[in-house]
């Protein structure tokens, strides 16, 4: 999240009018136009420290919507009145209020796309997820409603942690069932690509 001031500076520095916030967006998800009336998704996050994790996410999506994978062309990145931001292209369509099982079957699809699209370049995502991955948990352990999960959840993380990790995928890091577009029965845009990463898809 970032505050508003930040938001509407950065808007201006682009040279960009503020449309409205998009519901439920996060971290200042907001339509935005330029002087030609095109429209854009602007996103900021408050703090610059995330400056390289947003252009590496964008610079990622960016490779995949050249495969013909439905990212949104992401326009640029940067950092400004102590805000990280990034800007993409308007994609069409809307979330969907229930993900039907021609939708998931479009998705898993396109998961599949992820495999081997970092083209020569090598992650260790799972290892940088592990110490996180852990926390969370302990912090889910610690609550009697989900103890039972925690533990089964740890049991699969001690089993498999020697086991071989792809590492030439791009991991989107939030492909979840509110951050894609469909119109219809048809998938149109996989969304939220600022922390995507290389690693084992």
Do not use: C
């Amino acid at each position: 999240m970032t505050d508003d001031s930040a938001l509407s500076n950065i808007a201006e520095e682009l040279g960009l009018s503020i449309v409205r916030p998009f519901a439920g967006g996060v971290w200042g998800a907001t339509l935005v136009t330029d002087e030609r009336g095109r429209e854009f998704v602007l996103k900021t996050m408050q703090s610059e420290m995330w400056t390289k994790v947003f252009a590496r996410g964008a610079s990622l999506a960016n490779r995949l919507r050249n495969s013909g994978y439905p990212a949104p062309e992401y326009v640029g990145t940067g950092a400004s009145h102590g805000a990280t931001w990034s800007l993409q292209v308007v994609l069409p369509g809307e979330i969907p209020d229930v993900v039907s099982p021609v939708h998931m079957q479009q998705l898993l699809d396109l998961a599949h796309r992820h495999a081997g699209q970092a083209q020569g370049k090598r992650g260790a995502w799972l290892a940088h997820q592990t110490p996180y991955l852990r926390m969370s948990l302990k912090t889910i352990m610690e609550t009697a409603a989900t103890h039972d999960l925690a533990l089964e959840l740890r049991a699969v993380l001690e089993r498999n942690s020697d086991a071989p990790l792809l590492e030439d995928g791009v991991v989107h890091h939030d492909f979840l069932h509110r951050n894609f577009l469909a119109v219809g029965d048809d998938v149109t845009g996989v969304f939220e690509w600022e922390f995507a990463d290389v690693g084992d898809w």
